[in-house]
């Protein structure tokens, strides 16, 4: 199952800026730091090494159920507010030695709460609705009479889609029933 929908959603977390440089819509996500990047702070992330910070796409890469609940775990406000708590200044410099075990000892915490069953409700909330075909309805031309309202559903909602804004996805995905 894709999740990439599910990490687009996740904007409620302080997830709508990136968390290094805060530029908007970021599409990129550390998987063990639960925190969303911008592509140029991506590639940062990508040179400090796996073992520091495991970056995927949430666009384009393919995301397994282990990173989508970190995601859901996670988020770049509760990682700010970790921060805080151990009064380290933003931004950081996640390659410092200083660092290296504040920054382990949080992705331990995020992995621990990524298994909860609370994590499980949003899980299974995303893939109900994966497996529920969306209508999509198609704009009505006032001129044309024989024009009708065409639902179509959709194949497959996981990527073959045209692009989403996100709120509107997380609006598909978490409204209520
Ligand atoms: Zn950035």
Known sequence: MN???LI????NKGNEKCFDC??????WFSCDLGITLCQDCAVHHRGYGRYISFVRSTTLDNWNIKYARIAVA???DKFANYLQEQQIQLPISYDSSDLGSILES??????TQSNLPEIDQVIEK????????QPIQKPIQANDPNQQVNVQKSKNISGKVPFKPKQQIAKGIFQEE
Do not use: I, V
């Not at 949080?106 to 992995?111: R, T």
């Open 8 to 11: 687009q959603s996740l904007n």
């Open 74 to 76: 996670g988020g770049n």
């Open 126 to 133: 995303y893939e109900k609705y994966l497996r529920t075909p």
């Open 3 to 5: 999740y990439s929908l």
């Open 22 to 27: 805060a530029t908007s819509d970021p599409n």
């Open 106 to 111: 949080y992705k331990q915490q995020l992995l």
